[in-house]
């Protein structure tokens, strides 16, 4: 699956935020599953919102709540 610009670069940011060594486990977890749905060939969208749906059951890291905002940005409501 072909992603566009906006999913691409939101796709780096969730390189950035697996890698950042002040999220939790949980946090690392869910979003180290999603980019390997996404990687598989999964709907980005909706890869993106069971993420973000996930999140709200746990406390976020400053980069998790980095991330969201970044989504509220790029990606319409």
Known sequence: MKLTKT?????HIMYRVILDTRI???ERLLFTKTK???EF??????ELNAL???????PNS???????DEVLKRLPV
């Open 7 to 11: 999913q691409q670069e939101l796709l």
């Open 62 to 68: 400053i980069s998790t709540r980095d991330f969201r």
């Open 24 to 26: 939790t486990e949980m």
């Open 36 to 38: 390997s749905q996404i």
């Open 52 to 58: 973000l749906n996930e999140l709200d059951f746990i």
């Open 41 to 46: 060939g999964r709907t980005f969208d909706k």
